[in-house]
């Protein structure tokens, strides 16, 4: 909160989260006068009607359980004339999308200790894929699991299409265990098309401004931002 949305330090700024993350959100914000922070849960949030002139919920209503009903949520908090920023999960490639669906069935009823521990086997598989540097070269494409032909990198290969395997040789091993963490034990994490977080918008009354998947190192989701008309 203090730097992604302190360009105008006279405003007032709250952030929540459910869990009890808040009180180290607290410890870093204590000295700034104009943060407000709350622990509470975003289907039932401790505001209500035309409240906020910008909201942002990055990587948070998939994993509520209902993120369309989340998402409602958020944009009767918005006044006329403010913006929304979401980043949400997008339905992957076939075998993907199975993949995480079986897996999740197993992880999710894990310990977090079996979960982090899985979370590890997965990264170093991942980093084996990655210590791989000859080109993976597909000369045709398979529409069915919507795999372009071309040149690619074998982890990423794998990451994209197949099981999620997140690694990053400059982060190393505990950063991609806590990534792989996040996705594979949360108890909700649901994947959107464009078409649905559309409909979204079009619901609540708000115009799309941008839509885009980025290349690169998050291609997992989209980031969508849109306005209230006056």
Request: aromatic share 12%; proline share 5%.
């Amino acid at each position: 909160a203090e730097e992604l949305f302190n360009h105008n330090p006279q405003c007032e700024r709250f952030a929540l989260d459910i869990s009890k993350s808040v009180e180290v959100a607290r410890a870093r914000t204590k000295t700034i006068s104009n943060v407000c922070l709350t622990q509470a849960d975003i289907l039932h949030l401790p505001f209500s009607g035309p409240t906020f002139d910008a909201i942002f919920s990055s990587g948070v209503i998939h994993h509520t359980g209902n993120a369309r009903q989340a998402f409602a949520k958020l944009a009767s908090l918005l006044k006329a004339g403010g913006i929304i920023g979401i980043y949400v999960y997008a339905v992957k490639p076939l075998l993907r999308e199975l993949s995480d669906i079986e897996i999740r069935k197993i992880t999710t009823k894990m310990t977090p200790q079996q979960a982090y521990e899985f979370s590890e086997q997965i990264s170093l598989l991942g980093q084996a894929f990655s210590s791989i540097k000859n080109p993976l070269v597909i000369e045709k494409e398979i529409p069915l699991l919507n795999i372009p032909k071309g040149e690619y990198d074998l982890q990423k290969f794998m990451y994209d299409y197949f099981l999620r395997c997140w690694w990053n040789d400059k982060l190393g091993l505990g950063f991609a265990t806590l990534s792989n963490f996040d996705w594979w034990h949360p108890t909700f994490a649901s994947h959107h098309t464009p078409e649905e977080i559309q409909g979204w918008f079009s619901e609540n009354g708000l115009t799309i401004h941008t839509f885009l998947k980025p290349k690169g190192w998050e291609t997992s989701g989209y980031f969508i931002s849109g306005k209230k008309p006056l």
